[in-house]
């Protein structure tokens, strides 16, 4: 088994909510709220998991853009918590993001070639005018896009050319891991196909980890090693991605599996379908015991009682916190 | 729901269908991509940053330009007809106060060749006020106080409004509590009052102290809106770039949010001057602007009752058309300059 490049160890990520006059702290949304994960060096581990489930806030709390409340990121050994600012801003160097809107995640004001130099100027990488327009010119090439554009605007690109910027742009440091936060859910599906392409010739031509942000199953299938399904700030099922699509063992899993839609009308008329209960319940007062059991069709008075640990169904890789998991 | 020709129904996981079913649609993905290399075409367009469009589509605004082009000719009249004029405003024609307006007489001039010619020409195009100074003279000379006013004091308030808006919405949290707070009692303090105290205490008015004044009691528009700017762009999704390669605050506030947070700090302040040389006017109006000899286009318009019943209204009138042109001016480059920084407009 490879070695874990990241590793996160009972990871939580709480939002206080503050309210009255005195701004007084009286709850709190509890975005990611106990996750244990690790990342393999040169896998990419797809998570999924509804809007507002905190997988966003995971990826981001794992690169530190938000401040986690609790917990361990181990990156190569070193307990990223524990950096200084000096020692989180040489981190920064090996780990990189590319985010969802390619339209809200560049800077309007700069020119394609200024957002480029812009980390190569924070970390002192290819000093000299010359170095840097070599450098930039070789990012613009390696995502597919000419060099000669380095002066143009994010405005004059269209979202597929924008999302080759950004995903330029997170090359730039020559990092080892990168967080893709639903990198592909805002652009055309055709424009999804070449980007997924891409991240996966890169992936192989630079030796990068990918976490895998998404709520589009197919995809993540395509894409990940592995998968995670998180659920209301908790990872409840994880495994291979051929696994898990086969034989969900979590009910939330095999509820999401049965939403994918399928091309084929006869297939698609026929299937069942999981239709869930209910909305996501509240982050900021979790249900007790397993937080899907308010949603759940399997559930039992043991569900209210105490919350399943993720290694309660555990067949070699493949893991799932349910008491009563589906059978594969 | 189900018709009758579907074939039995399947469980979702009903292994092989259900599999081949994402495969095709896996398939149908990645039919429109056999590599990800497909070059995208280049944009057309030159490279036009934000503000060189913006400026190209200002100019294009009619209206806009007229009226920055009435608005230069003013300033320039201001600035450079009173060190032409020295003393002009406040040389008091004794033998000639009220006046009369447009009084042209027949004058000969000689040219240098040694010829004379005639030309109707007027003492005192404006005509002159009680103590028969020159009503041109001192309504060019009151331009320029109040475009000084308006400028500085606006320059002012981007620095108060600016600075404190920038570090309240950026660092947020009890900070910009404080602030806000602080905001709050400077609206909440009656600006006419301040003036008088002002004025009380200094015992007069020069036009330093005015625009001070002006300044201190005014930023908070401007303070609010950088404020609001700096809360939205913090959290935008290129600053979370920015910081995720490790950009220092400092640069994140320079080369990121600020450039962005601009075009409706510019929109706000351009038609904020308009709304202070109206403040100046006024408060000259009510005699705490500056004091005589030195003309304000405010003072100018004291004691305007008087004036209009005693059949002098074209002292009332010159002054009032200087601060409605002016004042208009300004807002119709301000409509203008919106138009040209809004981006739904691209």
């Not at chain 2, 994140?252 to 949010?257: A, E, N, S």
Request: glycine fraction near 8%.
């Amino acid at each position: 088994m490879p070695e874990a490049l990241l590793e996160a160890r009972g990871l939580k990520t709480w939002f206080p909510v503050r309210s009255g006059v005195l701004q007084r702290t009286t709850g709190q949304v509890r975005a990611v709220d106990g996750v244990d994960l690790e990342i393999r060096r040169g896998e990419t581990l797809g998570l999924v998991g509804e809007s507002g489930c905190g997988k966003s806030t995971l990826g981001r709390s794992l690169l530190r853009l938000v401040e986690p409340t609790a917990g361990q990121i181990l990156f190569k050994g070193k307990d990223l918590l524990r950096l200084g600012p000096a020692g989180m801003r040489r981190m920064r160097r090996e780990m990189a993001m590319i985010f969802q809107d390619p339209f809200a995640s560049l800077d309007p004001r700069q020119t394609v070639g200024g957002i480029l130099a812009e980390a190569l100027e924070i970390h002192g990488l290819h000093q000299g005018a010359r170095q840097r327009q070599a450098r930039i010119a070789e990012l613009l090439d390696v995502v597919g896009l000419s060099p000669a554009l380095a002066g143009r605007y994010p405005h004059e690109f269209s979202g597929g050319q924008r999302q080759r910027i950004g995903i330029a742009r997170a090359l730039a440091v020559d990092p080892s891991f990168i967080v893709c936060d639903e990198p592909i859910s805002a652009l055309d599906v055709s424009i999804q196909a070449q980007i997924v392409n891409l991240l996966e010739r890169l992936q192989e031509q630079f030796k990068l980890t990918y976490l895998f942000i998404a709520h589009d199953l197919s995809v993540v299938k395509h894409i990940s090693d592995r998968i995670a399904v998180m659920y209301l700030g908790k990872i409840v099922e994880m495994s291979a991605a051929r696994e898990l699509y086969r034989a969900p063992r979590h009910p939330y899993t095999a509820s999401l599996l049965s939403a994918i839609p399928i091309p084929d009308p006869a297939v698609e008329r026929g299937r069942e379908r999981i239709i869930l209960k209910g909305d996501v319940a509240s982050p900021i007062d979790p249900p007790s015991g397993c937080r899907f059991r308010t949603r759940c069709f399997k559930a039992q008075p043991r569900c209210a009682e105490s919350e399943p640990p993720l290694d309660t169904v555990q067949v070699g890789e493949h893991r799932a916190a349910c008491y009563f998991p589906l059978e594969p | 729901m189900a018709e009758k020709e579907t074939p039995a129904p399947r469980s979702l996981l009903a292994g092989d269908s259900f599999t081949k079913a994402v495969a095709a649609e896996q398939e149908l993905r990645l039919a429109h991509a056999d590599q990800d290399l497909v070059t995208t075409e280049i944009p057309e367009g030159g490279e036009l940053g934000f503000w060189k469009l913006a400026l190209l589509r200002f100019l294009r605004h009619r209206v806009a330009t007229v009226s920055l082009a009435i608005l230069a000719t003013i300033a320039v009249l201001a600035i450079f007809v009173p060190i032409l004029q020295g003393n002009l405003y406040r040389d008091q024609d004794y033998r000639n106060p009220y006046g009369a307006p447009f009084l042209f007489h027949s004058r000969q001039l000689a040219l240098p060749a040694g010829i004379t010619i005639t030309v109707p020409w007027a003492d005192h195009l404006l005509g002159t006020d009680d103590l028969g100074r020159d009503e041109l003279a001192r309504l060019i000379r009151g331009g320029r106080v109040s475009l000084e006013v308006g400028l500085l004091a606006m320059l002012g308030y981007i620095i108060i409004g600016g600075s404190l808006g920038a570090i309240a919405g950026y660092y947020g949290g009890f900070l910009d509590n404080l602030l806000m707070r602080f905001t709050d009692v400077i609206i909440a303090m009656p600006f006419i009052l301040v003036v008088v105290a002002v004025t009380a205490a200094l015992g007069g008015v020069t036009l330093q102290t005015l625009i001070m004044v002006i300044a201190f009691t005014g930023w908070y528009e401007i303070g609010r809106l950088m404020r609001a700017q700096f809360l939205f762009l913090r959290e935008s999704e290129f600053v979370q770039a920015a910081r995720a390669l490790g950009a220092s605050d400092f640069r994140i506030i320079f080369r990121h949010i600020l450039p962005n947070s601009l075009a409706p700090i510019i929109v706000s302040a351009t038609l904020g001057v308009s709304g202070i040389i109206l403040l100046e006017a006024a408060l000259g109006f009510l005699g705490y602007s500056i004091p005589y000899p030195e003309p304000s286009w405010g003072n100018m318009l004291q004691g305007f009752e008087d004036k209009l019943l005693r059949d002098q209204t074209y002292l009332v009138f010159f002054p009032s058309i200087a601060l409605v042109v002016t004042a208009l001016c300004i807002n119709l480059v301000g409509d203008g300059i919106r138009d040209a920084l809004d981006p739904r407009q691209r």
